[in-house]
């Protein structure tokens, strides 16, 4: 989007792709009869993660990934959006949008750098973040682990190390302690699914090709050799066997370390595709016990789940790209917000707990399609809500364009741009939009 100038027409534009929501509905819209109000309190906001907007994350696992040889990475983070240093203007900004919740990670690679040693500077850090939260009336869900770790802890296997448990547990157990009384919802893990759906998904733009999961195991292999570090690790690039294994256990572990702090409301995030079987032979039902499953299971004795979609898949052996002529997106995804209905009724059929969605959006240059992707995106929990489900809040991905992991830049996510050379942020017409939704808490 231009700047200056532009701007006041911008809204405008917002204004009228907002209005959009009273034409004919698609198939499945809320009909006439249907009231276009949300639940009281829900909650309606956008999401970051530290590693993807903060900048000079260096004690962290990512830092080096980036930076190895043969990287998958397009790309390093470097200053990301230096949201570090200007997370109030970006806080304030979302309010003044009409918000009223802001989901964002806390980085254990500051706040423990050296292992046993926890920074109090750094917590002040994000108690002062969340402190600006409470002053503005956003309502924080944080998230203790978004995909990166401490170099000391990769360095030492990551999640592939049984001792991984116990060391997790006691980095949520000091933050809580410290910043409890401010958080309103604790998740545990970002999409610890991920390392399973890298075996089902069509990445067709990677920087690294799409054989995900064997350019990740490459890379481990790649990197242990330059380091020099025989059990070096990462949540991306670990074994996924062993590292499920002790997530979950360290999930379990770090929920009870966490609420001996404080009795606030864990869960933990998933990234789900709506799965869509193509033919007699589909492995649709093979892919969701494989990827969702043993996580659903464990949600259930969670205080809620979080629901992260995009995209839907077609699955008959294998995953098959998205169909010929189909819109796509900045990272090779089918345009598909109805796929956000369909995985909140499962996850809610599964865990039996309240489903909060806690990322959703689309990577693309053109902001009307992605008021349009979010006009059809709540007409599918509106739905979900009228059918009896317990979703209490809708947080898009995300606050800011920012760092998309081995993508890079390119993908542009955000409700609000980012000039990278100035930091400069400029409001979307997609942010107002979604933003007069908030404030009217209606379609």
């Known amino acids: 989007m231009q700047k200056g100038a532009t701007f006041a027409l911008g809204i405008g534009l917002g204004e009228r792709l907002l209005a959009s929501a009273g034409k004919p509905p698609l198939s499945g819209e809320l009909t006439p009869a249907a009231s276009p109000k949300f639940p009281p309190k829900f909650l309606w906001g956008a999401a970051t993660a530290a590693h993807q907007v903060e900048g000079n994350n260096v004690n962290s696992d990512n830092w080096l990934l980036e930076r190895a040889p043969n990287t998958m990475y397009k790309e390093p983070s470097e200053d990301a959006c230096d949201h570090y240093h200007l997370y109030e203007q970006d806080i304030n900004q979302l309010a003044d949008l009409g918000f009223n919740a802001y989901r964002f990670s806390i980085e254990w690679a500051r706040i423990e750098p050296e292992k046993g040693f926890f920074s109090r500077a750094e917590l002040e850090h994000y108690r002062r973040m969340l402190e600006a939260c409470h002053k503005r009336g956003l309502t924080p869900l944080v998230t203790y682990s978004h995909f990166t770790l401490p170099r000391w802890f990769a360095y030492q296997g990551a999640w592939e190390n049984p001792e991984s448990v116990d060391l997790f547990a006691r980095y949520c157990e000091k933050v809580t302690a410290h910043l409890g009384d401010l958080i309103a919802y604790a998740a545990t893990f970002n999409e610890p699914d991920i390392p399973f759906l890298f075996h089902w998904i069509n990445l067709p733009n990677a920087p690294a090709g799409m054989d995900l999961a064997g350019i990740m195991a490459a890379q481990k292999a790649g990197l242990r050799q330059y380091l020099n570090a025989p059990q070096f690790s990462s949540f991306l690039i670990g074994d996924a066997e062993k590292s499920r294994e002790n997530m979950m256990a360290a999930h379990t572990k770090a929920k009870a370390a966490i609420k001996s702090a404080k009795n606030i409301p864990v869960g933990l995030t998933l990234a789900m595709e709506d799965d869509q079987p ?54 090779g995804y089918e345009f598909y917000p109805e796929s956000l209905e369909h995985t909140i009724r499962l996850a809610a059929k599964e865990t039996g707990v309240p489903v909060i969605v806690t990322e959703n959006g689309v990577a693309t240059e053109d902001d009307t399609r992605r008021v349009e992707y979010i006009r059809r995106a709540l007409h599918g929990v509106k739905r979900c809500i009228d059918d009896g489900i317990g979703v209490r809040g809708y947080i898009h991905w995300s606050l800011l364009d920012n760092f998309e992991w081995i993508f890079g830049y390119t993908p542009k996510f955000g409700l609000i741009a980012v000039d990278r050379e100035t930091q400069k942020r400029t409001v979307k017409p997609s942010a107002i939009a979604l933003g007069k939704i908030a404030k009217a808490n209606s379609l």
């Open 278 to 331: 193509e033919g007699p032979d589909s492995r649709s039902a093979e892919k969701q016990a494989d990827v969702y499953a043993p996580w659903l299971k464990l949600a259930k004795q969670d205080d809620f789940i979080g629901v992260q979609t995009y995209t839907r898949s077609r699955i008959a052996s294998k995953a098959l790209p998205p169909p010929q002529g189909a819109e796509l997106t900045q990272m």
